[in-house]
């Protein structure tokens, strides 16, 4: 793993977590605050070197990895040692046995070690490593706790345990789901004679040690410690969090009075009022958030401790109690989220500096909530209306628990107080409409569902809902839309998905690339909708893979076997597994045991967090990470595959000879295991076990070797690199954002620039947070003062433009916006209100000269305002906080002299800001703002020749793409890697094309008789302009080669295009011929894609190609030979016998060219590589933010 890690920091969520651990800082909910504290202890061993801080806190996640290995390969051998060693034999074991069991735990630990989904998670700095290794810890431990069960002093086992749950807590959630099979682990230790009922009263109860945990003892314990700092805060005028150390202590005193009688022994009543105060004092029992669940909790076991308990369970409540601190003490480390939010960190996300706002971190309210028992279809549609008594109808919420947050003091001698921000509010949809099990619930995927189901020719049956409501909750027959028919999918329907996309497709899917094989490295789109060329699961057999995904051998080479992530296994290592488990299911008694421990790891640890996550499709990445406990759990199997193969061999020495008990059985077996065949197939079983893991490594090293990559680090600075002094960038997704912040965060780069995430400037916490100092950042200019948004106000708006020609200054419109006399809800909440959309924006250009936003050459050509159409951009009548907030900062930035840049990452999507789209220019990695319309609304953006021209030659890196390693092609670049190149290179071939552009205008100027343009020598002007257009494409493909990074879909095209333009302008025939020779590399590569769908309708008729492969196979090839045709007219023919040769259907493809000739000769408008409606792009099709291209990165949020 050491070997493997990634130099720098990866892309998700690595750089934030990273940046928490250098500085322990807050990040997103529901934190991880030992992985910060461990991470810090990890950044130490950088020696100050604050460039080698991600390389320490990935070797961190390497060793725990590796932990991970050892505790799997313990936990094996102790498994297969109790099935071929009898007890109290196990130190004089057999050469045979000795092979049978040391082989099974080096096969089982090896093939989890290469596979693809934990070394993935090995190798970078997240936190699923240190799971895994809490997970593998907590299994070890109660295996320890097993051998040693009969002695007096076993609990101190549980007890351990007990803590690690406590402080994996800190960690992730997923540990607690190995409870189950330690529970039965204890419960086939402890009971000599073991029943079905009596497995499942243990399932139960560890179910309920699950949810007194999940529900009841984390959350409680911040709920009760946020009430009694109200009360010390609000009533008794002390400092806020004075009432947590108040309760905390208080805890702890009662947990250690409790203990204390207990193991005093002395006075019954005495430990039963003490346990008793300790379980509720603990918050165990606040289950929900209604009181009568605590409340019937509490009388119960009230109700058992004096009536039903005869005797008092001495060891058991002890047990409980010490179990429940040390899950407290694990726990506690929360205590730094609390301390290190307090101190107003730069990166301080959801600011959870008191117990109430930790609440709402712990429980993520920032993502909503998922319904899992019952809840609304998607066709649901919008909540419910409810209306008062005057008619008027309004969203129907029910009401939750009242809401708490610190005072916005506008004092500093203010004291410190809570105030009250209204109640929880949960939309209530139409009852009609609600179903059990819901799994087809996300009103944002309905596209989607609709095309998976065929609604469209299988519509559902519909059902009569109920819309709007009166005060009493029955249907409103004032309003005449009252109840509607609305469309609800069957429960048939929601199982159907369940099945095939969720259990399928989002865990199945995962768990074959593990142990059957993969077909590649590029995210799938869907399960249902022709996705048979990327992310599938394969066996490397022809005829089970060719029957399913269609022909292999002719998958386009990206696709397949020149993509370093397809992994073939030959379904090896699932087969042994399946070995392991029949073995051990069938080892007798104790087999069927340890059979069921595993089942239940393995089912909790995969198929449960299917169950609980109730994932929407198209999922921004992968999720694979989220089941790595599961495949642990299969590896286990895995490695007994080797004791099973064997095991085999020696009952079938045993053929012919029949025992009449148990006891002889395991005689005749011993017996045949010392055969000289019997040690020999010992032998030839761990050949065969070592075989299977190195079959993996062989696959999986090249797309797990992160060695010399450094793109998240390199493309991060390119994105602060684009930007002048002071700069304010908007960036929307993981990517675009956490590379940033690692980097100022770690590294102190460009600290100067404030990085501002859109999805989070709709918080309140994150507004007030821009309104402070960062390092070198000043507070954000903005109108807004700290009340505005607080508590929640203005955190949405209704845009009441009535079409006509109202146009106002967002100075104006602003004022009135945050008035203080603004209308508000029932609640005191302020909901906002434009009364107009129609902007503009007094622009001072001499003030922008001089801040460096245009050059003083472009001084007559700026703008004195800069008109807005804000209600054009949000034609839908409603803006976040986070559009008030951007059109508040912009407005501010532009006013105040331009002395604070403002940008856009490129891969933001052009919709966030598609009202300021006609005022933005391309620097590099970033569009900035400026007082030069150099577009229509809609139109595409263009360069700042200059600016981006000298960013990307003197300031750009390259993610390792230059080095020797890199241009060998041996760094491995994974799809999201891929996509930053893509990104990068379609931006150097924007500032390429429109330094060709600007060549061409001088051009015309001097044909116009012109001697100067924009201040310059024409001629030189146009000399200048077309060599530095032909640097850029040179150092583009020299520091991004093809061979270190494949091109994307219409990478050569666009370059073609330039290189054509360079000819016209000049003449030079070596410009035409690498225009030709790019063309010809894509009619080479996409050539493929038409092949393959050819040759699928034909061989495999129900099959298909999903939308971007038949765009790329039926309307991008015929694009290009349209295109190369009218560069390389003589070479035409030639080019048509090629792809002849390879299999090209070539007169289909004449015939897609007259039709697109026809359609071009219509008078409608016609956008030449404009690409098939589909909601999910392929790499580098729709990551460049260009309005040209096709938008931006879907917000690629991690929740």
């Known amino acids: 793993y050491l070997l493997t890690i990634e130099p720098t920091a990866s892309f998700w969520d690595c750089p934030e977590f990273i940046a928490q651990a250098f500085k322990s800082e807050v990040g997103h909910p529901p934190g991880n605050p030992i992985f910060i504290l461990v991470g810090r202890f990890a950044a130490n061993f950088a020696g100050g070197d604050v460039m080698a801080v991600s390389k320490c806190v990935n070797a961190m996640s390497a060793l725990l990895s590796a932990a991970t290995i050892l505790f799997l390969f313990w936990t094996v051998t102790h498994l297969v040692k109790k099935l071929v060693v009898k007890d109290g034999e196990e130190d004089g074991m057999t050469l045979t046995q000795y092979l049978v069991v040391m082989g099974s735990g080096v096969c089982g630990a090896l093939v989890y070690t290469w596979s693809d989904t934990f070394w993935f998670s090995a190798v970078e700095a997240e936190v699923y490593a240190f799971s895994s290794f809490c997970t593998a810890l907590v299994v070890w431990l109660m295996l320890k706790w097993e051998d040693q069960a009969d002695d007096p002093r076993s609990d ?145 076991l009230a109700v058992y401790l004096f009536k039903f308990m005869k005797k008092v369970q001495r060891r058991i409540m002890a047990n409980i109690l010490i179990s429940s601190l040390m899950i407290f003490i694990g726990f506690s480390c929360y205590a730094l989220i609390i301390i290190r939010s307090s101190a107003n960190l730069p990166l301080d996300e959801n600011s959870p500096n008191t117990m109430f706002a930790l609440n709402s971190y712990l429980s993520r309210d920032q993502y909503g909530k998922t319904p899992l028992l019952y809840g609304p279809v998607y066709t649901a549609g919008s909540p419910q209306y409810q209306s008062n008594s005057q008619g008027m109808a309004s969203t129907r919420f029910k009401k939750g628990a009242k809401q708490w947050a610190r005072v916005v003091k506008t004092s500093a001698d203010q004291p410190d107080q809570y105030v009250g921000t209204g109640y929880a509010k949960d939309p209530v949809y139409p009852s009609e409409m609600n179903m059990l099990f819901p799994r087809i619930w996300s009103t944002g995927h309905a596209n989607y569902y609709n095309t998976y189901f065929d609604t469209e020719n299988k519509p559902f049956s519909e059902t009569l809902a109920t819309i709007i409501v009166d005060e009493n909750g029955n249907p409103d027959t004032r309003f005449n839309q009252s109840q509607q028919m609305l469309p609800k999918p069957s429960f048939f329907n929601n199982i159907e998905f369940f099945l095939g996309y969720q259990l399928n497709y989002m865990y199945m899917r995962y768990f074959l690339w593990n142990f059957a094989g993969r077909q590649n490295d590029v995210q799938g789109l869907n399960c249902e909708m022709g996705d048979v060329t990327r992310g599938n699961w394969i066996t490397g057999f022809d005829f089970l893979d060719n029957a399913r995904l269609g022909d292999q051998e002719l998958l386009p080479a990206e696709y397949g076997k020149e993509n370093k992530g397809h992994n073939v296994f030959y379904c090896l290592p699932l087969l042994l597994g399946i070995i392991g488990l029949l073995w051990q299911a069938f080892a007798g008694k104790r087999g069927i045991e340890q059979f069921w421990v595993v089942f239940f790891l393995f089912f909790m640890t995969g198929i449960a967090i299917v169950l609980y996550l109730n994932q929407p499709p198209l999922q921004p990445r992968e999720r694979d990470y989220a089941y790595a406990g599961s495949f642990y759990a299969y590896a286990i199997w895995v490695g007994m595959g080797v004791a099973g193969l064997w095991s085999f061999v020696v009952k079938l020495l045993n053929r012919g000879k029949k025992a009449k008990n148990e006891a002889e059985a395991e005689k005749l077996f011993a017996e045949a295991a010392a055969t000289t065949p019997s040690k020999a197939m010992a032998f030839v079983a761990v050949a065969i076990g070592l075989i299977v893991p190195l079959q993996m490594v062989s696959q999986t090293w090249d797309d797990h070797d992160r060695s010399y990559r450094t793109a998240a680090h390199d493309f991060g600075m390119n994105y602060l690199s684009s930007l002048d002094e002071n700069a304010i960038i908007f960036t929307n997704g993981d990517n675009d954002t956490f590379p940033l912040w690692y980097l100022q965060e770690v590294e102190g780069y460009r600290t100067d620039v404030r990085v501002v995430n859109l999805s989070y400037l709709s918080t309140d916490w994150y507004i007030a947070q821009m309104q402070r100092a960062a390092y070198k950042s000043a507070p954000l200019p903005m109108m807004a003062d700290s009340l505005s948004y607080a508590y929640g106000n203005r955190s949405g708006t209704t845009i009441e433009d ?257 290189y054509e333009s360079l000819y016209q302008l000049t003449n030079k025939e070596a410009y035409r011929k690498s225009a030709i020779a790019l063309v010809e590399g894509d009619l080479m590569q996409f050539s493929q894609y038409a092949v393959f769908a050819q040759r699928l309708s034909e061989k495999y008729p129900m099959l298909s190609t999903c939308n971007i492969d038949n765009y790329l196979a039926h309307s991008y090839l015929p694009q290009l030979l349209m295109f190369y045709e009218q560069i390389n007219k003589a070479g035409y023919p030639a080019m048509l016998k090629k792809l002849a040769a390879k299999g090209v259907d070539t007169r289909a493809v004449q015939a897609s060219i007259q039709m697109m000739l026809q359609q071009q000769s219509q008078p409608q408008q016609h956008q030449e590589d404009a690409a098939p409606a589909d909601s999910t792009m392929p790499e580098g099709f729709a990551d460049t933010g260009l309005v040209g291209m096709l938008g931006g990165l879907p917000n690629d949020e991690e929740e």
């Open 802 to 1058: 009535d079409g006509l020609f109202n146009i106002l200054s967002v100075t104006d419109a602003l004022k009135k916006f945050y008035a203080a006399d603004a209308e508000r809800d029932e609640d005191g909440i302020v909901r906002g209100k434009l009364e107009s959309g129609k902007f503009f924006i007094n622009s001072n250009a001499d003030a922008a000269v001089k801040a460096g936003v245009i050059s003083a050459g472009m001084r007559d050509l700026a703008e004195d305002q800069l008109n807005i159409p804000f209600a054009d951009a949000h034609q839908n009548g409603w803006a976040s906080a986070s559009d008030m907030m951007m059109l508040d900062l912009v407005n501010a930035s532009i006013t105040q002299g331009w002395k604070r840049p403002v940008y856009f990452a490129c891969t933001v999507s052009d919709d966030m800001y598609a009202e300021f789209a006609p005022y933005l220019q391309l620097t590099g990695m970033a569009y900035q703002l400026t007082p030069l319309r150099t577009q229509n609304y809609g139109d595409e953006i263009v360069a700042n020749t200059d600016k981006m021209y000298k960013n990307v030659t003197t300031k750009f890196r390259w993610g390792g793409l230059d080095t020797p390693e890199g241009r060998a092609g041996k760094i491995y670049l994974d799809e999201t890697v891929r996509r930053m190149v893509n990104t990068t290179r379609t931006m150097m071939i924007t500032l390429a094309n429109s330094l060709a552009d600007e060549a061409t205008a001088a051009q015309d100027a001097k044909k116009d008789g012109k001697a100067t343009i924009y201040g310059e020598n024409v001629d030189k002007f146009f000399a200048d302009r077309v060599a530095k257009a032909e640097k850029v494409l040179a150092l583009m493909q020299d520091k991004m080669s093809e061979k270190a990074c494949a091109y994307s879909f219409n990478n050569r095209m666009q370059m073609a295009r330039v």
């Open 156 to 300: 101190r086992w549980i007890i351990l345990i007990a803590y690690v749950f406590g402080f994996s807590l800190g960690v992730h959630l997923l540990n607690l789901l190995c409870i189950p099979a330690l529970a039965l682990i204890f419960y086939y230790r402890k009971w000599k004679e073991t029943t079905v009922k009596g497995s499942l009263i243990t399932l139960l109860v560890s179910f309920a040690v699950i949810v007194a945990i999940l529900y009841g003892l984390e959350p409680g314990f911040v709920e009760l410690g946020g009430y009694f700092d109200l009360l010390f805060v609000n009533t008794f005028g002390m400092s806020y969090n004075s009432g947590v150390l108040f309760y905390a202590f208080l805890t702890l005193a009662i947990f250690s009075w409790a203990i204390y009688e207990i193991y005093k022994g002395t006075n019954a009543t005495l430990m039963r009022v003490s346990f008793l105060l300790a379980i509720v004092i603990s918050g165990m029992l606040f289950i929900g958030d209604n009181l009568l669940i605590p409340l019937v909790l509490v009388i119960a």
